[in-house]
Structure formats: C-alpha cells, structure tokens
C-alpha cells in the first residue's frame, strides 16, 4: 500500500465521504487543500457521453474564462507583413512564417496557442503531425484561423481556454489558480463547464455530461452534481 506524507494524508481525509458538491463547495474544499509551496492550477475534467471516433460526436469549442486562467500563455503567429505586424503590436511572443515553420519542424515549440491567417494555412499544414498531437493545429472552429490576428491574440493572453474531447470521451483544462478567490474559480468553473454543455454535438445520445471533477495540481478530486452544475 502507497504511503503518502502529512499534507496528502490530511487531504485525502478532508474529501472522505464527500462527493456530488455544488460549484462553490468543491471549489472551497478544493481551494482550501491547495496548499503546496507554488501557485496550484485549479483542473476540472469532464466524462462526457459520446465517441470522439465518429465526426458527429466530436465535443470541441473556446470559452473565455470571466476571470482568466492565472497562466501566461505564449502565443505564436504565422502570418505575413502588416499581419504579422499586428500580431507583433497586439502582444504575440513569436511571429513569423516560413522561417517560423522550419522551427517547429526541427523540433522547438515554445508557445501555448498557434494562431494563423487563412492565407499561410497552406504552410502550417505542414505541421500538422507536430502541431496536431498537442492540440495547437490552428482551426477556424475555436478562432485560431482569422484575419483579426489582433482579437485573436488578445484573447488569448486574456484567459481564453480551447476544450477538445479525448479518445476516452473526457475533456480537461485549468480554469484558475489556488491564489484566485473562490467566487473567481467559481465563476470560471461555471462558464467552463456552460461552454462545453453548449458545445453537444447532434450525435450525443443518452446523458451528455456523466461525471465532473475538479481538482488541484498536487491535491485529491472531488465530484460535482452534474445536474446543478449543468443547469440540467
């Protein structure tokens, strides 16, 4: 049997017996156990009821956190002169084009969000066995293929998340630090898990949303009653 220290001991403890919470009591608990030396991201994971494998039950989509994420996202561009001249002015960490595409092919992506004008798709879809697997393939679907560069880089930076449904029907992502307060997290939480109820594809039979659970980096999981946190 695994030995755990004091702290995840108490922890463990603290969430015994507790399990289908409202919003605001799982962040509390959660919030109140994220107690490691550095800031903890505050994670939720959502079981959703579908099969990724068919097209018409593919979950994907973007929310704008309320109160951001706490993260500094570092935003990459591929775009060409005045584009890549308003990528540069609205705050983009990399921008660039062909030179910034044999980059990522050698093998050094230094970004969190890939955003790209319609034009240069035709040399970012080279990267697509790169760029795909870690989920930052530019897509017009969630906004990272567009002419307005500018909004897209700003939100961004400004705390927007992109949810994408897994092999095994879950969507995960951070929606806030431990350091923000509990009415914050809570309010993320919600339009975190809003996004995704609207985001249900046609093909999504029986029940949508199957389990919730929010966590902490270094801490236990508790669950949410779906019911009250999906508004269902």
Do not use: W
């Amino acid at each position: 049997m695994a030995k755990f220290g004091k702290r995840t001991t108490a922890a463990r403890a603290s969430f015994e017996g507790k399990a289908s919470l409202s919003i605001s009591e799982a962040v509390s608990l959660v919030k109140a156990n994220a107690v490691s030396k550095f800031d903890e991201t505050i994670d939720i994971a959502m079981n959703l009821g579908v099969d990724p494998r068919h097209a018409d039950q593919m979950v994907r989509g973007v929310v704008g956190l309320p109160n951001g994420t706490g993260k500094t996202m570092r935003v990459a561009v591929f775009a060409r002169d005045a584009k890549a001249d308003e990528a540069k002015a609205a705050g983009a960490d990399i921008v660039g084009a062909e030179d910034l595409m044999e980059i990522v092919q050698g093998g050094t992506i230094e970004f969190d969000r890939c955003i790209a004008t319609p034009d240069m798709m035709g040399v970012v879809g080279r990267l697509g066995k790169v760029l795909g697997p870690r989920n930052l393939m530019p897509n017009p679907r969630v906004g990272t293929v567009t002419m307005d560069v500018k909004a897209a880089v700003e939100a961004a930076k400004g705390g927007e998340v992109q949810f994408k449904v897994e092999k095994a029907g879950v969507i995960h992502a951070g929606v806030g630090k431990a350091s923000f307060s509990e009415d914050k997290l809570a309010e993320n939480v919600q339009a975190f898990v809003n996004a995704v109820r609207k985001a249900k594809p046609e093909g999504a039979k029986g029940a949508y949303i199957k389990k919730i659970v929010l966590s902490s980096t270094m801490g236990p999981a508790v669950t949410l009653d779906v019911d009250a946190a999906s508004g269902a």
